[in-house]
């Protein structure tokens, strides 16, 4: 349903939901677009863009909408390729008019801030329709990021919500410690089993970030019974991580100044190594910033200009490597 109306078999729409307008009358909203297929099936529901940096997720959904053939699609797709047009518009983390992050913002709020409103407008036109979820993130313009898919233990309604995580096609996966408010959090407490797939980042849009995400969805379509095409891309070796014992996997700086990182994304790291330095506008070193457990290095800050309190990375836990057999799927 898009629009209190319910769509006809093999239909895709366009729709903006508008929740208010602008000083100069145009309006603001979320732009939802919508697939039913010809054969009845679960729905999908997807979310991008909720921090107006990050630009794969957005870019795959809008190109897979486009190849979808609703003739040959079972079931029906519900999407936002765009969830904060207004972080969009200034390409920032957060929105121009609140400045709220949007994904500390759920459930939302009909009478509250621009962002709250726009959040309960995701909740009621996706989350609720929904059988299935799937929230697409980046790392924004200032992190690099090492692609991953997250996913909670103890998913619902699903035969093992790692099969589900590790269908996507990306070999590093994480066991979520999800944050209060955000918008995963709202399909779990519905029992919606849904992932995080993490992808992109320095702000750009990498065409095969792009692709990886497009891959990702349709082995989900294929995995769900939804569309019948060939699970591709999958890895022979799974690397599962989780939040170190004591949920800290984000670094915070204890200064600000010019950070100088001297790890990547994907680079594994020993309780104590010295992963980077701030340094004042003369040069001088002011900290120096170790590792405070062993892990992977997920996330990372590219943008040197950094202020106190901001995350210099993440680092994840490695709880083991594994293949798997993908034979049967």
Same mark, same amino acid.
């Given at each position: #349903?898009?629009?209190?109306?319910?769509?006809?078999?093999?239909?895709?729409?366009?729709?903006?939901?508008? %929740?208010?307008?602008?000083?100069? +009358?145009?309006? @603001?909203? /979320?732009?939802?677009?919508?697939?039913?297929?010809?054969?009845?099936?679960?729905?999908?529901?997807?979310?991008?863009?909720?921090?107006?940096?990050? *630009?794969?997720?957005?870019?795959?959904?809008?190109?897979?909408?486009?190849?979808?053939?609703?003739?040959?699609?079972?079931?029906?797709? @519900?999407?936002?390729?765009?969830?904060?047009?207004?972080?969009?518009?200034?390409?920032?983390?957060?929105?121009?008019?609140?400045?709220?992050? #949007?994904?500390? =913002?759920?459930?939302?709020?009909?009478?509250?801030?621009?962002?709250?409103?726009?959040?309960?407008?995701?909740?009621?036109?996706?989350?609720?329709? $929904?059988?299935?979820?799937?929230?697409?993130?980046?790392?924004?313009?200032?992190?690099?990021?090492? $692609?991953?898919?997250?996913? *909670?233990?103890?998913?619902?309604?699903?035969? =093992?919500?790692?099969?589900?995580?590790?269908?996507?096609?990306?070999?590093?996966?994480?066991?979520?410690?999800?944050?209060?408010?955000?918008?995963?959090?709202?399909?779990?407490?519905?029992? !919606?089993?849904?992932?995080?797939?993490?992808?992109?980042?320095?702000?750009?849009?990498?065409?095969?970030?792009?692709?990886?995400?497009?891959?990702?969805?349709?082995?989900?379509?294929?995995?769900?019974?939804?569309?019948?095409?060939?699970? $591709?891309?999958?890895?022979?070796?799974?690397?599962?991580?989780? $939040?170190?014992?004591?949920?800290?996997? *984000?670094?915070?700086?204890?200064?600000?100044?010019?950070?100088?990182?001297? /790890?990547?994304?994907?680079?594994?790291?020993?309780?104590?190594?010295?992963?980077?330095?701030?340094?004042?506008?003369?040069?001088?070193?002011?900290?120096?910033?170790?590792?405070?457990? &062993?892990?992977?290095?997920? @996330?990372?800050?590219?943008?040197?200009? !950094?202020? %106190? +309190? &901001?995350?210099?990375?993440? @680092? #994840?836990? /490695?709880?083991?490597?594994?293949?798997?057999?993908?034979?049967?799927?």
């Amino acid at each position: #349903m898009i629009n209190n109306k319910l769509l006809k078999p093999g239909q895709k729409t366009t729709y903006l939901n508008k %929740i208010g307008t602008r000083h100069d +009358g145009t309006y @603001i909203g /979320v732009p939802l677009m919508a697939i039913q297929g010809n054969y009845p099936g679960p729905v999908l529901g997807m979310a991008t863009g909720l921090h107006g940096d990050t *630009f794969e997720g957005p870019e795959a959904l809008k190109q897979l909408f486009n190849e979808i053939d609703p003739n040959k699609l079972k079931g029906g797709i @519900i999407l936002t390729p765009h969830a904060n047009i207004n972080a969009f518009e200034v390409a920032n983390r957060v929105g121009w008019i609140d400045y709220l992050d #949007m994904n500390r =913002s759920f459930p939302g709020q009909e009478n509250g801030y621009v962002t709250e409103k726009l959040s309960l407008c995701l909740i009621e036109n996706i989350i609720q329709q $929904s059988d299935y979820f799937i929230n697409f993130q980046g790392g924004g313009k200032n992190y690099d990021l090492h $692609s991953y898919v997250g996913f *909670f233990e103890s998913e619902p309604n699903i035969k =093992s919500s790692l099969e589900f995580a590790k269908i996507f096609g990306i070999p590093t996966l994480y066991k979520s410690v999800s944050f209060s408010n955000v918008l995963r959090l709202e399909a779990y407490k519905r029992k !919606i089993p849904s992932l995080l797939v993490e992808s992109g980042g320095e702000g750009r849009c990498n065409d095969l970030k792009v692709e990886q995400i497009k891959i990702g969805i349709m082995n989900v379509l294929n995995y769900l019974d939804m569309k019948s095409t060939q699970i $591709s891309n999958l890895p022979e070796t799974y690397t599962l991580t989780r $939040s170190p014992d004591d949920e800290k996997e *984000f670094i915070h700086s204890p200064a600000s100044g010019i950070l100088k990182s001297y /790890v990547q994304v994907g680079d594994y790291v020993k309780a104590g190594d010295i992963i980077g330095t701030i340094s004042d506008v003369f040069g001088k070193v002011l900290e120096t910033i170790r590792a405070p457990n &062993e892990g992977m290095v997920l @996330i990372s800050r590219t943008i040197p200009s !950094i202020n %106190i +309190g &901001e995350w210099i990375c993440a @680092i #994840m836990k /490695v709880e083991k490597t594994f293949n798997y057999s993908h034979k049967g799927v």
